[in-house]
C-alpha cells in the first residue's frame, strides 16, 4: 500500500502502452476511459457525494432507480418534494408526486336567496375518472373547506348545478384563504325548464397551508338547491401542476 505519490502531471493507471483506464488528474479528477479497453471502478460500499449535485451535470438515463435505494433521495436534500423512481423508470427523468382532490355532492344542498353560501362538500370522488384524493392526507367530510398539503402552481376547477327554476340568476367563485376576491367567477341567467349548470377554472399559485372554498349565489326569490344527483353533480378539482 503506498501512503502518497506525487506526480507532476496526471497519475494514470492501467495499460500505459495502449489507453490508461482509470487517470487522476488535476484537482482530484477521476476519468474513466473505456474507449479501448473497457474499464471501471468498483466500490466497496455505496460511494459519498459530500457536494451538490446539479441538473446541469445530469442527463437522461444517468441516474436510474436502479442505482437509488430506499431513503438515497429525500425530500430534505431536494426544494419540490421526494423522487419518484416509478416515473424515472419510464421516461429516465425524475418527477414529483401527484398531488389531486376530487370532491363532489351526493346530497342536495339548500341555498338561501341572495345569501352568499359556501357548498359543503360531502364525497370524495373515487371512480376511474373522478380524481379522488391523491397525496392529499385525510379529508374529513362534509366540509366546505380544503387545505392546500404543498405549495406549488394548481389548476381549480369547478361546476355548480341549480335545480330547475326561470327566476333570477346564478352564480359561483372560489374563494382563497377566506378573501373576499372571488376568483373564475361564473354569473348567468336562470334558464328556463332545465337546471343552471355554473363552471369554470382557472389557475394559482397556492402557499402550503392555503385554503379553498366554492361559493355561490343565487336570486330566484327564495329557497333553492344545489344539486348532488350523478347526472347534473356538483364538483370541485384541485390538481398541482408543478412547484
Do not use: K
Not at 18 to 36: E, F, K, L, M, W
Not at 205 to 218: D, K
Amino acid at each position: 500500500m503506498l501512503g502518497s505519490i506525487n506526480t507532476a502531471g496526471p497519475l494514470a493507471l492501467g495499460d500505459l502502452a495502449i489507453t490508461p483506464s482509470v487517470q487522476i488528474g488535476r484537482g482530484g479528477a477521476i476519468v474513466v476511459d473505456n474507449s479501448t479497453n473497457p474499464a471501471g471502478i468498483a466500490f466497496a460500499g455505496p460511494p459519498a457525494i459530500t457536494m451538490p449535485v446539479t441538473s446541469s451535470t445530469l442527463s437522461v438515463g444517468n441516474l436510474v432507480c436502479t442505482t437509488l435505494t430506499t431513503g438515497g433521495a429525500t425530500s430534505a436534500s431536494l426544494t419540490g418534494g421526494a423522487v419518484s423512481c416509478t416515473s424515472a423508470a419510464a421516461t429516465g427523468l425524475a418527477t414529483q408526486p401527484r398531488y389531486s382532490l376530487r370532491v363532489s355532492l351526493a346530497a342536495t344542498q339548500a341555498i338561501n336567496t341572495s345569501a352568499d353560501t359556501a357548498i359543503a362538500f360531502d364525497t370524495t370522488d373515487v371512480t376511474a375518472d373522478g380524481g379522488g384524493a391523491t397525496n392529499w392526507g385525510v379529508v374529513a367530510l362534509p366540509t366546505s373547506v380544503f387545505t392546500i398539503p404543498l405549495a406549488g402552481l394548481y389548476l381549480i376547477a369547478f361546476q355548480v348545478a341549480y335545480a330547475t327554476s326561470a327566476v333570477g340568476a346564478r352564480n359561483a367563485w372560489v374563494s382563497i384563504s377566506s378573501s373576499v376576491r372571488r376568483w373564475g367567477e361564473d354569473y348567468r341567467v336562470a334558464t328556463t325548464g332545465f337546471p343552471t349548470m355554473v363552471s369554470s377554472s382557472f389557475t394559482y399559485r397556492m402557499a402550503a397551508g392555503a385554503t379553498v372554498s366554492l361559493n355561490v349565489n343565487q336570486s330566484s326569490g327564495g329557497s333553492l338547491n344545489v344539486l348532488g344527483d350523478t347526472v347534473q353533480r356538483t364538483h370541485l378539482h384541485l390538481v398541482r401542476l408543478t412547484e
